[in-house]
């Protein structure tokens, strides 16, 4: 019973063009001991060439026809010597009777067949089950990853990238948490989709940040060239294209059905759900703040301390703690590079006066 699970394994595996050269030996050893399974393979391999393509109804009635007459001679028994020659009417009529009850047989063991190898090949595809490969990013580190079509992905820290085993086989799809920069490599036919909790984006080849992190207000897709599709999950599922240096910010929270996206300035506490505008360069001309942390400078504009806090935790993986509730309400603005945490703190404290602490990855503020 055993071999014959094999065989029809084997079978089913060539039948899906998977075969090894082993296991081609391995099927040919069984199937020369299983002289009626190899009939039946014989069969299956005539279906499986003679149906390439979309065969007509004519062409289908023919080979079903010339199978059948395969099956039944191949059943039949050769007439014993010294049998009578002699056939009484009875016989006669039902020779064809007989005939066609065999071709019925036989076309019933076909299906038979036929399902026993839809049965292994499916159960061997579903044992084949996509395998997620995930990329984390610790507190105070960055990452950069090739994906298999060769997409570029920089993950900011505090972040979790995935992608499944069949990543630019049928589809491009990933998941992320967190921030990631990408550089999508084009490939007309495969769109390239980023899942995260609010919002999932559709691009073709082009270059742009996602901030979508799970303790933040607000998602951020942020897009640097070529277009991308972003997909509200809720809000009616609303479909919103972007153009080159236009940010968008959906709440992470956001409930309900918007209308369409408001151009305003950096979102606050009375901000709509989405919020659509667009990115300004700084000072020198060159640099964007929402992908200046991918050449590891640290922008901030116009954030309240409660904001920066999160930030500084991830950049620098720590704890803060802020016990000064001013401090938490006021805002800063400031672009660095290369600071040490207590550079940066001490760059703050001179805009606003408190005191703080650091001791064994912990700074407390007060």
Same mark, same amino acid.
């Given at each position: 019973m055993e071999q014959h699970e094999r065989i029809w394994e084997l079978m089913a595996k060539r039948m899906a063009g998977t075969l090894s050269a082993g296991e081609e030996v391995e099927l040919e050893v069984l199937l020369e001991a299983a002289p009626e399974v190899a009939r039946q393979q014989a069969l299956l391999d005539k279906i499986s060439l003679q149906s390439i393509g979309k065969p007509t109804l004519e062409r289908k009635e023919m080979l079903l026809d010339r199978i059948m007459r395969d099956s039944v001679t191949g059943e039949s028994n050769p007439e014993q010597p010294g049998q009578c020659d002699q056939e009484d009417s009875e016989s006669v009529v039902m020779k064809p009777a007989r005939r066609y009850w065999r071709i019925v047989a036989a076309a019933a063991s076909l299906m038979v067949l036929l399902g026993a190898a839809t049965v292994i090949y499916l159960r061997m595809a579903a044992s084949s089950k996509v395998v997620w490969t995930t990329v984390q990013t610790r507190p105070g580190s960055k990452t950069r990853i090739t994906l298999p079509d060769g997409s570029l992905v920089v993950l900011n820290a505090g972040s979790t990238l995935a992608y499944p085993s069949n990543f630019a086989q049928v589809g491009r799809e990933v998941k992320l948490t967190g921030e990631g920069y990408f550089d999508v490599a084009r490939m007309a036919n495969y769109p390239f989709t980023i899942h995260t909790t609010t919002i999932d984006i559709k691009v073709l080849g082009t270059t742009f940040n996602v901030r979508a992190y799970a303790?933040?207000?607000? $998602?951020?897709?942020?897009?640097?060239?070529?277009?991308?599709?972003?997909?509200?999950?809720?809000?009616?599922?609303?479909?919103?294209?972007?153009?080159?240096?236009?940010?968008?910010?959906?709440?992470? $929270?956001?409930?309900?059905?918007?209308?369409?996206?408001?151009?305003?300035?950096?979102?606050?506490?009375?901000?709509?759900?989405?919020?659509?505008?667009?990115?300004?360069?700084?000072? $020198?001309?060159?640099?964007?703040?929402? $992908?200046?942390?991918?050449?590891?400078?640290?922008?901030?504009?116009?954030?309240?301390?409660?904001?920066?806090?999160?930030?500084?935790?991830?950049?620098?993986g720590v704890t803060i703690e802020c016990h000064n509730q001013s401090l938490l309400e006021a805002s800063f603005t400031g672009n660095v590079q290369g600071e040490s945490l207590d550079q940066l703190l001490g760059m703050l404290k001179q805009t606003k006066h408190f005191e703080y602490s650091v001791a064994a990855g912990r700074v407390i503020i007060y």
């Amino acid at each position: 019973m055993e071999q014959h699970e094999r065989i029809w394994e084997l079978m089913a595996k060539r039948m899906a063009g998977t075969l090894s050269a082993g296991e081609e030996v391995e099927l040919e050893v069984l199937l020369e001991a299983a002289p009626e399974v190899a009939r039946q393979q014989a069969l299956l391999d005539k279906i499986s060439l003679q149906s390439i393509g979309k065969p007509t109804l004519e062409r289908k009635e023919m080979l079903l026809d010339r199978i059948m007459r395969d099956s039944v001679t191949g059943e039949s028994n050769p007439e014993q010597p010294g049998q009578c020659d002699q056939e009484d009417s009875e016989s006669v009529v039902m020779k064809p009777a007989r005939r066609y009850w065999r071709i019925v047989a036989a076309a019933a063991s076909l299906m038979v067949l036929l399902g026993a190898a839809t049965v292994i090949y499916l159960r061997m595809a579903a044992s084949s089950k996509v395998v997620w490969t995930t990329v984390q990013t610790r507190p105070g580190s960055k990452t950069r990853i090739t994906l298999p079509d060769g997409s570029l992905v920089v993950l900011n820290a505090g972040s979790t990238l995935a992608y499944p085993s069949n990543f630019a086989q049928v589809g491009r799809e990933v998941k992320l948490t967190g921030e990631g920069y990408f550089d999508v490599a084009r490939m007309a036919n495969y769109p390239f989709t980023i899942h995260t909790t609010t919002i999932d984006i559709k691009v073709l080849g082009t270059t742009f940040n996602v901030r979508a992190y799970a303790d933040e207000s607000h $998602t951020e897709t942020a897009l640097i060239s070529g277009a991308v599709e972003v997909i509200v999950k809720d809000a009616g599922k609303q479909h919103i294209t972007l153009s080159p240096h236009q940010k968008l910010l959906i709440a992470n $929270t956001i409930t309900e059905k918007v209308e369409k996206p408001a151009p305003v300035a950096h979102p606050d506490n009375q901000k709509p759900l989405i919020v659509l505008e667009s990115m300004e360069k700084e000072q $020198t001309g060159k640099l964007i703040a929402e $992908t200046a942390w991918v050449e590891n400078r640290f922008v901030y504009r116009n954030e309240s301390f409660l904001q920066l806090i999160k930030r500084m935790e991830r950049w620098y993986g720590v704890t803060i703690e802020c016990h000064n509730q001013s401090l938490l309400e006021a805002s800063f603005t400031g672009n660095v590079q290369g600071e040490s945490l207590d550079q940066l703190l001490g760059m703050l404290k001179q805009t606003k006066h408190f005191e703080y602490s650091v001791a064994a990855g912990r700074v407390i503020i007060y």
